[in-house]
């Protein structure tokens, strides 16, 4: 294995003479699946989810395939639009109030990342292209973003391939967006996931060898990150990927990772980040999931099959189909775990 010198706060003294044993995890059954996406092999990536406060039936969902573009489901996993774009790999939304806001990391220059924008129409449940805005050199990977409590300013994090996260001030109250670098952090290697706590400010990053990492998202904060769990090959097996998160209270919730290398999500207790259990995806009517990349996890009643949230998780093997993702309950999650 390569040194990782970055990660010394998390292997140090970690050190073992063999592989650990991944911790067993219950399996959750997908309540639904959405349609496949239309490219074969490695295609379909992050999926992120719309909550229609209004009428829950008629929330949205939508995923990346990278190899072609973006689309929208139902809540019954039915496509209902598809957006042609170049590798789009992550995606994360926000509901301004005034309108919803998508962006994806734009993988289509490797030499110099952007950040795609769409406006979700949530009427058509299509997405509109807003722009595709260089953000660094370098190739985008991850994305997510953060609506600052205090003046609800809108920052995304784009995470490069290399490790680096460069946070980005995005402007929507012009007649075209405005996409502002304002500051990079940087992790030692390849990382992906991440997701912002709208709540504490505190943005959280998968390193996909080394574990887990956290960080203040206010872009005159310190750069320094704080190291919250490692890939031991037990709770948490490399890759980690996708990150989201589970909000309770003003502080309290849960984190959720892809525990990609044993086909399992394993949850971490908040404020705190302790280990609070892990499960996987299957055993029902509906295939399981394996090789998961993105997730996302929205709390609220999605209707009778979700009265808690909604869970859905990449699928990265769906044969005999092509990729696609899966929707899963909130609650018959923390009932398989006993959570609180």
Not at 96 to 108: H, L
Not at 323 to 329: A, E, M
Request: hydrophobic content about 45%; charged content about 20%.
């Amino acid at each position: 294995m390569r040194a990782l010198p970055f990660a010394a706060l998390l292997l140090a003294g970690c050190a073992t003479t063999s592989a650990p044993l991944a911790t067993e995890a219950p399996m959750v059954a997908a309540t639904a699946e959405t349609d496949p996406v239309d490219t074969s092999a490695d295609a379909a990536d992050d999926p992120a989810i719309w909550r229609n406060s209004a009428d829950s039936s008629k929330s949205l969902v939508i995923g990346t395939d990278k190899k072609a573009g973006i689309h929208v489901y139902s809540l019954a996993g039915k496509r209902l639009s598809f957006t042609p774009a170049a590798r789009l790999n992550n995606v994360d939304l926000r509901d301004t109030g005034a309108r919803v806001i998508a962006a994806a990391s734009d993988r289509a220059d490797v030499a110099t990342a952007h950040v795609s924008l769409f406006t979700l129409d949530t009427a058509a449940a299509k997405l509109v292209p807003l722009g595709r805005f260089p953000v660094g050199a370098g190739e985008a990977y991850g994305m997510c973003l953060w609506t600052r409590a205090r003046d609800h300013a809108l920052f995304g994090f784009i995470v490069l391939k290399d490790g680096r996260i460069d946070q980005v001030a995005i402007d929507l109250s012009g007649a075209t967006p405005k996409v502002t670098t304002v500051r990079s952090m940087k992790l030692a290697t390849q990382s992906e996931g991440c997701v912002v706590d709208d709540r504490t400010g505190q943005l959280y990053v998968a390193e996909e060898d080394v574990g887990l990492w956290r960080f203040d998202a206010d872009p005159s904060a310190a750069t320094t990150a704080t190291a919250i769990a490692r890939v031991d090959g037990k709770t948490l097996v490399a890759d980690a990927e996708g990150l989201a998160l589970a909000p309770s209270g003003r502080t309290g919730g849960y984190l959720v990772a892809s525990s990609q290398g044993d086909n399992a999500y394993t949850l971490y207790r908040l404020p705190g980040v302790t280990y609070a259990g892990r499960f996987r995806i299957g055993g029902g009517a509906i295939d399981g999931t394996s090789d998961t990349d993105g997730i996302d996890l929205m709390l609220g009643n999605f209707g009778p099959a979700y009265p808690r949230g909604l869970l859905v998780a990449q699928d990265g093997d769906n044969a005999p189909a092509t990729q696609n993702f899966k929707y899963v309950s909130w609650d018959a999650v923390r009932r398989a775990l006993k959570l609180r």
